[in-house]
C-alpha cells in the first residue's frame, strides 16, 4: 500500500517547536527526558528510539503532552539492525495497539531521516510484521499481512432512523 510522503515541519504535524523539523526535540515526561522526532504520516506521530519496559505508563503523558497541541501517537522503538526494528505503538485516543500502518511509516521516516535506519525496514509490531520502505519518489510503501477480525450487519430499520447533526 501507497502510504505517502512523511512531513517533518512542525507546522504540518503539528508540533510546537521552533524550527523546520522536530526531529531532536527532548521531552520531559513524568521526570525523564524523551528525545524523540515529530512526523506527520496524514496524522501526527511522535518516534522514540528507544523502548522503556514501562512504556505504557508513558505513552498517555506524551500523546497529551503540551508539545502536541492535537495530541499524538506514540511510538517506542527497539532499534535491532539497521533493517529491522521492534515498535510498541500508544495510539492517540485509542491506548495501546496491536499495530499502526502510518506509525510504522513514520518510525522508518524518523530512522532515515536521523541516519539510524535503512530505507527498507522489517517492523515487528505485536500484532504482526509489516514491511516498510521508504521509495526514491518520497513515498513509503507498507506490505503486511491483512486479516478480517469483526463483521457486520446494520439493520435497515436501524439506518432509517439516524439522523445527521445539523450544521
Request: glycine share 8%; proline share 8%; charged share 20%.
Amino acid at each position: 500500500m501507497d502510504m505517502g510522503e512523511p512531513r517533518f515541519h512542525p507546522r504540518e504535524i503539528p508540533v510546537d517547536v521552533p524550527g523546520d523539523s522536530a526531529l531532536h526535540v527532548t521531552a520531559m515526561v513524568d521526570g525523564r527526558a524523551f528525545v524523540l522526532s515529530a512526523v506527520s504520516m496524514g496524522n501526527p506521530h511522535a518516534v522514540i528510539f528507544e523502548l522503556p519496559e514501562n512504556w505504557e505508563h508513558f505513552g498517555p503523558l506524551i500523546e497529551h503532552h503540551p508539545l502536541f497541541p492535537q495530541r499524538t501517537n506514540v511510538e517506542f522503538v527497539e532499534v535491532l539492525s539497521p533493517r529491522e526494528v521492534r515498535v510498541k505503538v500508544w495510539e492517540r485516543g485509542v491506548g495501546a495497539t496491536l499495530a499502526c500502518g502510518t506509525g510504522a511509516c513514520a518510525v522508518v521516516a524518523a530512522g532515515v531521516a536521523r541516519g539510524v535506519l535503512e530505507r527498507r525496514v522489517l517492523v515487528h509490531l505485536p500484532g504482526g510484521a509489516l514491511s516498510v520502505v521508504w521509495k526514491e519518489d518520497g513515498c513509503l510503501s507498507l506490505e503486511g499481512p491483512a486479516e478480517e477480525v469483526f463483521e457486520a450487519r446494520l439493520l435497515k430499520e436501524a439506518v432509517d432512523t439516524w439522523t445527521l447533526p445539523s450544521a
